[in-house]
């Protein structure tokens, strides 16, 4: 970047096309908030696999995208087997509007999320992002056995970034249909440890999602985020068929911060569905963490 330049996007790696693979790299560099290097692969298109490379202090290790072209293929991508340390956002899934994005499979990466280090700004593990540029839909998505750590916030950090931050993050403007979410560690989340949805204004469903067996420690670590995204797994837009199971959610903390263990949000309107909770487990020190269903969920 040039001296006096506001931020900007930047990827080491950026690639458009069909059948590509980027594997064995390793890239390092040092965080320098709002003027730091991003992305370290950036991927339009599929099919893709993306698999052992290692990222230090990057925000990003990856950034799949959708094409960008009419009758681009996106879909058939897989990104496992990495490892990004001292991350902010470590894989982002980007759904243009030019077609489904679909068939992505993250598995078995490994994210240290360092946020304190990237200065005020959006983190998460693993996320299908909400940002204008990712107003297209999301089909068949799956993440499983990622582990997801986040730094201590300490007291905890003001602003609006409990917005879009979290463990593993469904919330791309354009709605999704079909996502697995299983297996994953996410420890110390800022706000949710797995949200699904979110509350803006407009027409979207998040269905067909299946939340299963993951462990999910200090969830809502940030005592300064609304309490309201504090919780073990969130739902907050109007949503069908949703499966949360054997998910096992733990608050060590002397006096717990994350205000229930599954949470569907009932106060913007949303209309939840063929809503299956069950035999999860979600304490603290004290006792059982509470559960917010909607009618009629099972």
Known sequence: MRDGNADYDNSGIYIEGTNYTISGNRFTTTPNPYREARACMEGHGGPAEIFNNSATSYQTLVNSVGSQFEDGNSSDIICRDNVARDALIGIMLWPM????????TVTNNTVEV???????ADTGGVSVVFSPEAEGPAENITITDNTIRFQDEGAGRPGDFYYNSGGILLHNLGELTGAVIERNTIERSPSAGILIGLPEPG???????????NTIVNPGQNLSFLEGF???VLVNSSA????VTGNTITDTYPIPRCRAGVAFDLTNGSTYTAIKVKDNIAKTRSGPLTTILPTGAD
């Open 230 to 232: 504090r919780a073990g």
């Open 114 to 120: 360092a946020q304190l280090k990237h200065g005020t």
């Open 203 to 213: 027409e979207r469903t998040f269905r067909n999602v299946r939340v299963a067996n």
């Open 97 to 104: 509007k030019t077609g489904i994005l679909k068939n992505v």
């Open 240 to 243: 069908s068929n949703i499966r």
